[in-house]
């Protein structure tokens, strides 16, 4: 790992540069991505995200000794989601799948069941499962908790942005997600809105979206024993200092709980993380 990377930071950031608001043609993002993997700040990328329906145009974008990890992320029914890693080209490694198992305000069980037999028949696949923050959840996460304590490779993934105000939770709400995730002893994955390292409002839209480096400290505090208002206290600050201090604290360990997110964009979470000094170095290679 490189010297100007912690290792708390590593593989924090999925590249999701596919999706809006980036929404870059799956080419231009396989370009990009060769650069982020050879960049000086490459163990702070993971895979690529793409949808399952574009992988086989993915293999024709690949020099003939090249190899990528991939992300796939489900646009087909989760039933044919086996199909995808049979049938990718041999030089691409299929290192996730993630699908959500219902619409807001469904019942979450019926599609866990489905994702959990594809779990079973991905062999070693890591499997996220977006489950939305309505009803349902606290029993969805039982059943993503039990599947994981029976040594298959699955978490869950929430949602914390998008192009409605209700898809925002709130600090409280998503504090309570994440300390049922780590009463489960749970990883979670999360989605959308993390544009930035602190909490924020968008002058465009008037959204308040959570920062990335709000997550990171309320996860800290979580597996430190934090309760549900400490961790919401965090995820609601607005003065990047206390979230700095408790990163720079557990910065050459493992992240712990929260998996990461996907963002469209690798230059402004990395562009953040310079500036809140957890990175150290510029954009030379």
């Known amino acids: 790992m490189s010297t100007q990377l912690p290792r708390l930071l590593a593989g924090l950031v999925d590249d999701a540069a596919v999706f809006p608001p980036g929404s870059a043609s799956v080419p231009d993002a396989v370009v990009a991505h060769r ?10 990328v993971g895979p690529l995200l793409l949808p399952a329906s574009t992988l086989p145009e993915l293999a024709g974008l690949l020099d003939a000794d090249e190899r990528i990890a991939v992300g796939v992320i489900a646009d087909v029914p989760i039933g044919q989601l086996h199909e995808v890693r049979a ?36 062999d070693g696949v890591h499997v996220h499962a977006e489950v939305p923050l309505t009803f349902g959840l ?42 049922a995730c780590r009463d489960r002893e749970l990883p979670f994955k999360l989605t959308a809105g993390l544009h930035h390292a602190v909490r924020h409002r968008d002058p465009e839209t008037g959204f308040t979206h959570h920062g990335f480096g709000n997550v990171l400290a309320a996860a800290l505090a979580a597996v430190e024993g934090a309760e549900v208002d400490a961790v919401a206290e965090l995820l609601a600050v607005t003065d990047p200092v206390r979230l700095v201090e408790r990163a720079r604290a557990r910065r050459d360990s493992e992240r712990p709980l929260w998996i990461g997110y996907g963002s469209c964009s690798i230059e402004e979470p990395l562009t953040d993380l310079i500036r809140l000094g957890l990175v150290n170095g510029g954009f030379e290679e």
């Not at 650069?35 to 702070?44: C, E, I, V």
């Not at 699955?154 to 409605?164: E, M, N, Q, S, V």
């Open 35 to 44: 650069r982020h993997r050879t960049a000086w700040y490459a163990d702070l």
């Open 87 to 122: 049938g990718a080209d041999p030089r691409i490694t299929v290192r996730q799948v993630e699908s959500a198992v219902a619409k807001r305000g469904e019942d979450p069980q019926p599609g866990l069941a489905d994702l959990i037999k594809l779990t079973e028949r991905l």
């Open 138 to 179: 606290m029993a969805a996460l039982d059943t993503l908790a039990e599947a994981r304590a029976g040594g298959l490779p699955i978490a869950a993934k929430f949602r914390t942005g998008g192009l409605a105000a209700e898809l925002f939770p709130t600090p409280v709400e998503l504090a309570a997600v994440i300390c």
